[in-house]
C-alpha cells in the first residue's frame, strides 16, 4: 500500500510540471486557438481551453481502468494521481481563481496570495506571446504580492 501511495503523491507533483509544460508550449504554442478562450472574457459557462480537462483525463481514466483490468495497482494509482491533481486544479484554477462558481474565498495564506497572484500575472497578457507564470500550483517567490 506505501508504493501505492507513494505513486499516487509522486504522479500528483509530477503533473505540476506535465501541466506547467503543457501550458507554456502547448497552450502557448500549437493548441493556442483552444486556450485563447481562456485569456478573453467568457460568453456562457464553456469556453473551447476546456476541451484540455477532457484531452487531460484520458490518460487517467485508461490507467485506472487498465489497472483496475489487469489487477496492477500500481498503475492504477498513477491514474489517481492524475486525477487528484486534476481535481485541485479545478477547485484552485476554476473555482477559487477564475470563480467560474460563486464562493465567499478571500486568500490568507502567503502561498494562495502567491500562486494567485501569478497566476493574475499570467492573465494580464491576451496574447500568445510574453506571457509568464504558467505553473498552476506553484509559484517563485518572485509572484509574492507587493505590499
Given amino acids: 500500500m506505501w508504493l501505492n501511495l507513494t505513486l499516487l503523491v509522486l504522479t500528483f ?34 469556453e473551447k481551453n476546456d476541451l484540455f480537462a477532457i484531452v487531460f483525463s484520458i490518460p487517467a481514466i ?4 487498465l489497472g483496475s483490468y489487469f489487477s496492477i495497482p500500481e498503475i492504477m494509482f498513477i491514474g489517481f494521481g492524475i486525477t487528484a491533481y486534476g481535481i485541485f486544479y479545478v477547485i484552485f484554477h476554476d473555482i477559487i481563481v477564475h470563480r467560474r462558481i460563486q464562493i465567499k474565498f478571500k486568500a490568507k495564506s502567503k502561498y494562495m496570495k502567491r500562486i494567485m497572484n501569478a497566476h493574475y500575472i499570467h492573465h494580464n497578457k491576451h496574447t500568445k506571446e510574453g506571457a509568464e ?15
Fill in 13 to 46: 507533483f509530477f503533473m505540476e510540471f506535465v501541466a506547467w509544460f503543457t501550458h507554456k508550449y502547448i497552450m502557448h504554442g500549437i493548441l493556442w486557438t483552444w486556450h485563447e478562450s481562456h485569456h478573453k472574457i467568457r460568453k456562457g459557462i464553456f
Fill in 133 to 147: 507564470a504558467f505553473g498552476f500550483l506553484y509559484a517563485p517567490k518572485k509572484y509574492s504580492p507587493k505590499k
Fill in 62 to 65: 485508461v490507467l485506472i481502468i
